[in-house]
């Protein structure tokens, strides 16, 4: 059974998260890029960035071709507009180029990127340099019919904050450049340069959402529509569609959302969400509705709030429906749709867990935008505190059934505003105009969520001189490595080279008594041997020798590492012959058959040593489940067969050890 927390634990999780000053939606220096938009080309053509601060700070606006840079002094309060020149547009497909928007100030502010054709607009919140990840997920949509002659594509983009930054793309559906589902390609990038990746706009099934990421370095990662409808396909009705993306390792597992307002008659609006990690359960309003795998998502329509609890890290993104009534038809009919204020849009909802309690924001000061609106989600204890430039918010609340939360949407002017509360709430910004409309966070908590971490082992072992001994490097636990964003490992370890001869291709490095080995390789949360080294014991210089790790490091700040060191006993003198000999060769554990296994499954092991022998399988939290073997066993060849019927459908791992190792496979149970 999935088991899903509550949203009131969240509260306290970003309560006590925002005591240490987290990242979060406002800083010093930023990153963007203005995608492409296909909008009609004319008169009202713009692509602007908002910059807001509630204090004088000074700020620096530049493309990083040098085709723009200007300096500028924000006041306090005041939205501070900046014009981009056209040629910000990034419309060549998968091209490195220098097109990123790139901004420094003297102190934190919130910047807000909006993008506008006649009739296809949207918007952005940028994310400072202390926000951005190494790992996205692409949301987008899919392209609306060929029907009205100009079919567009899906598409996401990347900007590069450091030279030499490799991404790596697993396309979720075909690309523009052929592409194919499934297949990573990679390309390097330098500080500055924008990255534009174009879904199959002849494909009417293309889309991106699912397309994972991942680069060496932090960057800025944009994703939506170039233009398209929602959700039916008459054609007047369309916009492009854009969002920032947060890194994978500030998603979160708790979501609510509420209905846009400003519209004419009630009518639902869509929702994806995206999963990064396999076996994602979706609980919505308290009914599990489904099991997604890492790339996939799972769409929902509602007219109502909602609760979304997962059991891993998601994307949720929201959408507002192209000009229908409730029945998918124009309002009046197709040709009296510029009577109507809103298009479709697009925008992402934090967490629960990354709510503030104060934000600055800035809504557009476009007149092509006749409405504008905040939804604010806050906790019923605390909405008679939400003060919105310096004054109570007298907006009606209304209750999100069994979440202890309430929302309001509430009607705002143009231009910056201060709203704060005595809690966390989520903040959400829009605006609707003639066949047009735009859509984005406020601003959100940026923290890692996901603490990692790992014991690694050496082992203790006895050994005599002469022969071969194989020496494993082991991972004893483990927790949250994938969800902490640790891929890759590097350990260095260090042994005496008097006493232990290698017999690998690696000989190490020579420090002083020592060989010193470097290792590097992929990191799962699998508990088993990672590595193993062979060796010569000899007669050197001791008995007894440590087995020493000089350092494991992974790639995430946000794990933490326990090493434990070895020891290598050299057995006493053989009276009959003049070295001491022992041949260890390692024991073998066999991918259990059938795999996947439904009722029963047979795991084949090897041993090479008498001794203490243990063969128990566990869950994916390290629980055990069953122990298939415990006993002091000769050497010799083994067969455990597992009742899998009383196992429910999902993934294990078993873990055979012996007086000297440990090994590890996956068992998987399907029916």
Known sequence: MKKFKIVSLFILLAGSALAQSPPTSKGKEFYGMVMQNSGSVGNGQYFRVFLSCPYTANAEVSITDGSFDQKYVLTPNVVTTINLPASA?????ETPQLKAIHVVADTEISMYVIYHKPFSSDSYLALPVTALGTDYMAVSYQSSAQSFGDPRGSEFGI????????????????????????????????????????????????????????????????????????????????????????????LGTSFLTVPYAGRPSPVPDYFR??????????????????????????????????????????????????ETDPSGNYINGRENYLNWDW?????????????????????????????????????DSATSSLVLDGVAVKTPFKQITNTGFSYAQISTGQGSHHISAEAPFALYMYGTGPADAYANTGGAAFINLYQGNITVSLPQLTGLAGGQLYIPLTIDSSQNLE????????????????????????????????????FTDTLTDTIGVILTQSFMPTFGDADTIPLVIDSFTVDSKNV?????????????????????????????????????????????????????????????????????????????????????????PGVYYYILQTPTQRLSRTLMIER
């Open 343 to 379: 298009d479709p849009t697009m925008c992402i909802i934090p967490p629960t867990q990354q709510y503030l309690n104060d934000y600055i924001f800035a809504n557009s000061i476009d007149t092509a935008f006749k409405s504008n609106y905040v939804n604010v989600v806050i906790a």
């Open 159 to 250: 900007v590069a904050t450091e030279d030499t930054t490799i991404v790596t793309i697993t396309p979720s559906s075909s690309t523009q450049n052929n592409h194919p589902l499934g297949k990573p390609f990679s390309v390097t990038l330098n500080h500055g340069q924008t990255y534009l990746v174009y879904g199959n706009a002849n494909d009417m099934s293309s889309d991106l959402t699912g397309t994972a990421v991942s680069a060496t370095k932090p960057i800025a990662f944009l994703s939506g529509h170039d233009r398209t409808e929602l959700f039916h396909a008459e054609g007047a009705s369309r916009n492009c569609l854009v969002e920032q993306i947060p890194p994978n390792n500030t």
């Open 89 to 93: 547009e990034v419309t060549t497909n």
């Open 483 to 518: 969800l902490a964003g640790a891929k890759h490992f590097h350990v260095v370890l260090s042994y005496d080279r008097t006493v232990l001869d290698p017999l690998d291709t690696n000989k190490g490095v020579l420090a002083g008594n020592n060989n010193v080995f470097s």
């Open 273 to 322: 969400i995206v999963a990064p990690y396999n076996n994602t359960a979706i609980q919505i309003n308290g009914t599990t509705v489904a099991t997604i795998n890492a790339g996939k998502f799972y769409e929902v329509s509602s007219i109502a709030p909602q609760q979304i609890l997962t059991t891993k890290p998601v994307l949720v993104a929201q959408y507002s429906q192209s």
């Open 560 to 648: 933490t590492v326990n090493a434990i060191n070895g020891q290598l006993i050299i057995a006493g003198d053989c009276p009959t012959i003049p070295t001491r000999i022992i041949y260890i060769e390692p024991p073998t554990l066999s991918q259990n058959t059938p795999n996947p296994a439904a009722q029963t499954a047979n795991i084949t092991y090897t041993l090479t040593e008498q001794g203490n022998t243990n063969l128990t399988i566990y869950d994916m939290l390290g629980r055990k489940v069953k122990m298939l073997a415990n006993a002091v066993m000769q050497p010799g060849t083994y067969i455990a067969t597992v009742d899998a019927s009383s196992l429910a």
